[in-house]
């Protein structure tokens, strides 16, 4: 109960200051108060500033996970915390696009490390089969900084022009100050490793440990070469990885463009931010309930893969429908959104699930990540202001990379199948 708590608050924080440009975007529009309006920046540009961020998460991630388990989780991930809460608060002061882009590039360097840190640190707590659910609690957390984020903004679009501030500027100032004061509650409370926490008795101590030797990681352990090694040779590992892709093109660009889609489908101003809340909020409820059922039923690759044909093909109905379906195709957003946000902990935990040493955890998992931020820069471009309020290349791009993942995830799984048949009653067996 200490762990996952802590964490959920953490990723909401991140994700808030993380995809709050895409709610400053169209914040205040109607009376040309708007981010773009007021740096007088293209729609390219823009793209330029969201896309920076992913170059600065491709470039940090895995070396923050080795500072991870290097300096300890609670110390690295308050550092990051305060730093990125810092370029949060710094946005509120750009002037211009080259203030945007190179703020946006150090807000992904300080919150590169943490999903992937995240899950790294349940592998040192937890068994595969308990895994899934918990970094579904997590990612759903992202669920709820969406709804929380199209909340918050409602309300804060009402403050534009106090202090001659415009509604973005206070967006970012107020979003990234509870990341920098939570910053001092993590590097003080957050538990590191079983082995060394001090609210844990000798028997607890033990007990911990014990229940997760050969399963899990140890925080004692040291990483070796030959184990990176052996990792980054591991072609399944990378079919895991190159799946992944698939999963975060949709991941991506509905948590930066949710409120441009819902300004498209006839939502205006200020309300264009609360009709993001649903889709969240669903998303939450779905998230954890297919994590739920893949951990409980060891049923890992079956949830991603039915996750993201339901996400694909509420896709290609949200592109094929008359650009005049606005409700039809909110309704279906409520359904894409959630499914496409619930792909990734069971695709993350079931990579965890067979993975068989501390070194290749330190590894694969960033590198996961790492390869997932392929598919977020194609995100980045994939809604085009020129086809509001439709959006057909953004809906069919996410929609054909979402069933494609689900058909290489079901090959995968028929690989371990496959496998599995071929290894005697003692020899451990691959997880599915």
Same mark, same amino acid.
């Given at each position: 109960m200490r762990i996952l708590p802590a964490a959920m608050i953490i990723h909401l924080l991140c994700f808030l200051d993380r995809s709050n440009i895409g709610n400053a975007k169209v914040l205040n529009k109607d009376v040309g108060h708007s981010l773009t309006q007021t740096l007088h920046i293209t729609a390219q540009q823009y793209l330029v500033a969201l896309m920076i961020f992913t170059v600065a998460f491709i470039l940090i991630q895995t070396p923050s996970n080795y500072m991870l388990k290097k300096f300890r989780p609670s110390r690295w991930m308050a550092l990051m915390m305060f730093c990125w809460g810092g370029m949060t608060m710094l946005l509120a002061a750009v002037r211009n696009f080259g203030g945007i882009v190179g703020v946006r590039f150090l807000l992904g360097a300080f919150e590169s490390g943490l999903f992937p840190g995240q899950v790294y640190i349940l592998t040192f707590w937890y068994r595969p089969e308990e895994r899934a659910v918990r970094i579904a609690l997590i990612v759903a957390a992202s669920s709820l900084g969406g709804a929380f984020g199209g909340a918050i903004a409602y309300g804060i679009g009402h403050l534009d022009g106090v202090a001659g501030l415009e509604g973005w500027r206070w967006l970012f100032l107020l979003e990234g100050i509870p990341s920098c004061l939570a910053a001092v509650l993590c590097a003080l409370f957050f538990p590191d490793y079983p082995e060394t926490v001090s609210w844990l008795s000798d028997d607890e101590r033990a007990l911990a440990t014990q229940r997760i030797k050969g399963v899990a990681s140890l925080g004692h352990d040291k990483i070796t070469w030959k184990e990176a090694k052996a990792t980054l040779v591991d072609w399944r590992l990378y079919a895991h990885h190159v799946a992944y892709i698939s999963n975060s093109v949709a991941f991506s660009s509905n948590s930066?463009?949710?409120?441009?889609?819902?300004?498209?489908?006839?939502?205006?101003?200020?309300?264009?931010?609360?009709?993001?809340?649903?889709?969240?909020?669903?998303?939450?409820?779905?998230?954890?309930?297919?994590?739920?059922?893949?951990?409980?039923?060891?049923?890992?690759? $079956?949830?991603?893969?039915?996750?993201?044909?339901?996400?694909?093909?509420?896709?290609?109905?949200?592109?094929?429908?008359?650009?005049?379906?606005?409700?039809?195709?909110?309704?279906?957003?409520?359904?894409?959104?959630?499914?496409?946000?619930?792909?990734?902990?069971?695709?993350?935990?079931?990579?965890?699930?067979?993975?068989?040493?501390?070194?290749?955890?330190?590894?694969?998992?960033?590198?996961?990540?790492?390869?997932?931020?392929?598919?977020?820069? $194609?995100?980045?471009? $994939?809604?085009?202001?020129?086809?509001?309020?439709?959006?057909?290349?953004?809906?069919?791009?996410?929609?054909?990379?979402?069933?494609?993942?689900?058909?290489?995830?079901?090959?995968?799984?028929?690989?371990?199948?496959?496998?599995?048949?071929?290894?005697?009653?003692?020899?451990?067996?691959?997880?599915?």
């Open positions: 930066l463009f949710a409120p441009t889609i819902v300004a498209g489908l006839g939502y205006k101003g200020l309300d264009a931010q609360l009709f993001t809340v649903p889709p969240y909020a669903i998303g939450f409820v779905v998230t954890v309930t297919v994590a739920w059922l893949a951990d409980r039923y060891e049923m890992r690759s $079956i949830a991603t893969a039915c996750s993201m044909t339901t996400a694909g093909i509420c896709f290609i109905v949200q592109g094929a429908l008359p650009a005049d379906a606005f409700k039809t195709r909110y309704a279906f957003l409520c359904l894409a959104l959630p499914f496409s946000f619930a792909c990734n902990p069971p695709s993350l935990s079931w990579l965890t699930a067979n993975l068989r040493s501390t070194g290749a955890m330190t590894l694969a998992i960033p590198l996961a990540i790492v390869f997932g931020q392929f598919g977020q820069i $194609i995100g980045v471009y $994939i809604y085009k202001d020129s086809e509001e309020p439709g959006f057909p290349t953004g809906h069919f791009t996410n929609a054909g990379f979402l069933l494609e993942g689900a058909g290489l995830l079901l090959s995968l799984r028929f690989f371990y199948v496959s496998r599995n048949k071929r290894l005697g009653p003692d020899e451990r067996k691959w997880r599915l």
